[in-house]
């Protein structure tokens, strides 16, 4: 039987694992360790999804947005491709590179995309190349039958299939690329016979997320996003995590931090004890109301500069870290970190609400990706985009 | 003492046979004679002597067009409506936790509920230049909610000085508001101001710049759900001394409060005065606009949010009042539950819900009507006629004839004395603070742990015995999906 890409249900709830590291230092690695990684904690998951993201993948083809797309028929790839056609130039379209894997029979068509922005077309509709781009994987995502975008960023890529974690990353190859910071994800549904689309990353441009854990809040998270035209097709938690990160750091150009302040705010009483410093907690608080996300959660997001692990509020889901050099390593169990990196420098558990965060370092950033970004102060809280964009 | 107990005169002493007279036709059914009676020799019944069934032709029915014929009035009454139309929050049911998300005990862990009410900002802008994080603009004026229930507006006039002393320490106990209604501000009052919304109604009672200086927030008020599009009339009886000092009235004289509030016409006009009012107040109080619930509230809604309303309260078909024609009250709104979900809707469709905190009043009755009004998304709620029900009220419905005899509904001295404020206020908070730790339970029960996270999240809510287009009005899904 054939695995379905996209849902059918009103909302689904999962466990999971989660892993990833940055190299800080830009060094660029092969997929093994982070299959490795995901691969000791299998027992987390059930087989019914796994994924990776790999930052720094497509170094030859770094302008270029990447778009990986799953089909589940030829009719579906055709639509999109004429969508794709009618709004974007198409440099290269060829087939994700895949083997045969004993866990995952039947895969939908994978393809891949690298693909530039007419700039023209930027210039009549004044919004900026993230915001066309985000526009076009909404369209095809929610409008088009059978066709599901899972990767959209530039030089990085996500991988995601219906299996083990560990017979996902073979299934795609993922020894043959070369990364900077690798995230990967096995997942525990339970109620759901699994579909390609819900395992993670769930990615929009270069963030990838992946989550463990239920979101309690998620009628009132998806709601707050529609009110700024976001579609949660998906109806998992971890679109909205994504979803929401994008809101918050690329549209209300928010440092990495508030944004995680936003999503795991302190109590009332902390932010009262602490007074005048913490006004703008407050106020963050009382306009991001219904970004709190609440209920267990763990997540790594992945952006093409940065690492970050976060947990809810009050930390109802594992989350470890570790540090060896330049190396940054978060997971669900320091197990999964230890399987790579057999004696770290530093392991501690990220404290609850509290972003644990690695960044690449100032000046490998610009070998990796167009000079749109630039973060300076290494000491202040950082902005994911400094550039102010149109909304 | 159930004679002197009665100011209905149900009961009379007959000295020359020594005995106690009742008349049951006289009878409200407030029962304060029962609950006074030293010797537990009286119980109220329905008096079984009725007319001939007809489903058409009910006693009610019958018996006001006896009172109509005699005097050729209309009829009045007093609290909420009550006839038996459906009350949602009955057909919904609230979520909770089991194993993928662990539900979360409010004795152990932080549990918050407190609310911000007011205007908000589409987006949190920072500067980054100085050494901490400061907030590029400061945020619009707030209030502060300990808990997302405020007493909603009743007028000193409509009820006694002891209930507005009672329900002004309450809030101020409680961490939350009370709300003057219409009848101006007492001056022994004026110390509660940072717990006290003032109202500016149609007949502009007691409305002066200390009152408006004193209060943390002014609400306009427009509509009430007992009585929607129709005014107000304290009658002269009730005009004593104190009230029309604070009404700035002549004592003895009536008290009209107009339908329309003559000086708004129309959106633009109300837009007028709530900048009026945001300039006397030089910008430091939320302006909230109070409406009826009616039929086209989603576009009146969205139109006082543009018009500049920081708080729109939404009072429903069921909410209470002093007095009001009959066949107004039972026939004319909107439940607040379909009001509520269609205005949340809207002003989200429009991207201007946060521009406006929505406040929802009308026949609240207990902490999971709370609950369940919150989770189709309206940010605190109104309570009246509950918070009277706390200080005493038997709900007889008689708040009109002044004659209230717990005290509550009247200006008669003698009468009034019977409230004690020290023991009122101690019911009000003890209310409050039960139905707080109740809906603490019910968000630790759904695994979450501070209101906003259940504010307009309607997946928390599954309604049951609810058709379609009812369901689709509440934007819920039936139980069992």
């Keep these: 039987m054939r695995r379905p890409i996209k849902p059918w249900f009103e909302k689904e709830i999962s466990g999971c694992s989660l892993t990833g590291f940055i190299n800080e230092d830009g060094r660029r690695v092969n997929g093994e360790a982070i ?18 993201a790999g930052y720094g993948i497509y170094p030859e083809m770094k302008d270029f947005y990447a778009f990986h797309i799953m089909y589940e028929d030829a009719q579906a790839k055709e639509e999109a491709e004429k969508v794709l056609n009618e709004f974007l130039l198409i440099e290269i379209q060829e087939k994700i590179p895949t083997r045969k894997t004993k866990g995952i029979p039947h895969p939908p068509l994978l393809m891949r995309y690298f693909l530039k922005v007419d700039e023209n077309r930027l210039y009549d509709l004044e919004i900026s190349e993230d915001d066309y781009i985000v526009h076009i994987v909404m369209k095809i995502n929610s409008q088009i039958k059978g066709a599901y975008i899972f990767s959209s960023g530039k030089n990085m890529g996500a991988f995601k299939a219906v299996g083990f974690p560990d017979e996902v990353g073979r299934f795609y190859r993922l020894e043959e690329y070369q990364g900077y910071t690798w995230i990967a994800h096995g997942r525990f549904p339970t109620n759901t016979p699994g579909w390609w689309g819900g395992a993670h990353p769930f990615t929009l441009l270069d963030f990838a997320v992946v989550h463990n854990g239920e979101i309690s809040s998620y009628g009132i998270n998806k709601r707050y996003l529609e009110m700024f035209g976001y579609q949660c097709t998906l109806k998992t938690d971890t679109e909205v995590m994504a979803y929401l990160f994008d809101l918050l750091l690329r549209r209300h150009q928010l440092p990495i931090e508030v944004a995680c302040k936003a999503l795991a705010p302190p109590t009332w009483e902390e932010i009262e004890h602490k007074g005048e410093e913490m006004e703008w907690v407050k106020a963050l608080r009382i306009i991001y109301g219904s970004v709190l996300v609440n209920g267990p959660f763990a997540i790594l997001l992945s952006h093409k500069n940065g690492l970050i692990g976060l947990n809810d509020r009050i930390k109802l889901r594992p989350l470890v870290a570790a540090r060896k050099g330049n190396t940054l390593y978060i997971a669900s169990e320091e197990a999964g970190i230890r399987e790579i990196c057999s004696s770290p420098d530093k392991v501690w558990a990220p404290k609850a609400g509290e972003p644990t965060i690695g960044w690449l370092k100032e000046d490998r950033q610009n070998e990796f990706e167009s000079p749109r970004t630039r973060i300076s102060d290494r000491e202040k809280p950082q902005s994911v985009y400094s550039v102010p964009g149109v909304c | 003492m159930c004679v002197r107990q009665c100011a209905f005169k149900g009961h009379s002493y007959d000295p020359e046979t020594d005995e106690v007279i009742s008349k049951e036709e006289l009878c409200v059914g407030c029962h304060r004679c029962v609950t006074l009676c030293p010797t537990n020799a009286l119980t109220v019944r329905q008096n079984p002597l009725d007319f001939r069934p007809n489903g058409n032709w009910t006693p009610w ?45 409010p004795l152990r862990e932080p549990m918050e509920l407190r609310t911000y009410l007011g205007r908000k900002p589409k987006k949190l802008e920072l500067d980054y230049t100085q050494e901490t994080l400061k907030l590029k603009t400061p945020l619009p004026p707030q209030l502060k909610l300990e808990t997302p229930i405020l007493f909603s507006a009743m007028s000193y006039g409509a009820i006694s000085y002891n209930a507005c002393e009672s329900l002004a320490r309450a809030a101020e106990k409680l961490g939350t508001y009370y709300n003057t209604g219409e009848g101006g501000l007492h001056p022994n009052l004026y110390k509660y101001g940072k717990n006290t919304i003032v109202q500016v109604a149609s007949g502009r009672f007691g409305v002066h710049k200390e009152y408006l200086d004193t209060a943390a927030a002014i609400e306009i008020k427009i509509g009430q759900g007992a009585k929607p599009g129709i005014g107000g009339h304290l009658p002269g009886e009730k005009v004593v001394e104190d009230i029309s000092k604070t009404r700035m009235i002549p004592k003895g004289t009536d008290a009209l409060s107009p339908a329309p509030q003559h000086d708004i016409y129309s959106i633009e006009d109300l837009r007028m005065l709530i900048f009026a009012l945001k300039e006397a107040t030089r910008y430091t109080k939320p302006i909230s606009v109070k409406i009826a619930a009616v039929h086209n509230s989603p576009a009146i809604a969205s139109g006082m949010v543009r018009a500049g309303a920081d708080i729109i309260a939404l009072d429903g078909f069921r909410g209470g009042t002093g007095a009001s024609p009959m066949v107004i009250r039972d026939n004319v709104g909107i439940p607040i539950e379909f009001a509520l979900a269609s205005v949340d809707q809207r002003l989200r469709e429009e991207g201007i819900r946060h521009q406006a905190s929505i406040i929802v009043a009308g026949g609240f009755r207990n902490s999971a009507d709370v609950s369940k009004a919150i989770a189709l998304g309206a940010d605190a709620v109104y309570i009246g006629t509950a918070s009277l029900i706390a200080m005493g009220c038997h709900v007889c419905q008689k708040c009109y004839t002044g004659k209230c005899n717990w005290g509550i509904a009247t200006q008669d001295p003698y009468l009034e004395k019977r409230l004690n404020p020290d023991i009122a206020t101690e019911r009000l908070v003890n209310l409050i603070n039960a139905w707080s730790h109740e809906i603490k339970e019910m968000l630790g029960g759904m695994g979450i742990n501070a209101i906003e996270s259940l504010r307009g999240n309607r997946l928390a809510l599954r309604g049951i015995g609810l058709t379609d287009t009812e369901l689709e009005i509440l934007g819920v899904l039936p139980a069992g999906r």
């Design chain 1, 35 to 52: 299959i490795q990684s995901i691969g000791l904690m299998n027992e987390r998951s059930n087989g019914l999804g796994g994924g990776f």
């Design chain 2, 61 to 105: 029915a019958i018996r006001n067009i006896f009172k109509q014929a005699e005097t050729g009035g209309v009829l009045l009454t007093g609290m909420g409506n009550d006839r038996p139309y459906p009350v949602y929050w009955d057909h919904l049911l609230l979520n909770a936790s089991q194993v993928t998300n662990p539900s979360i005990d």
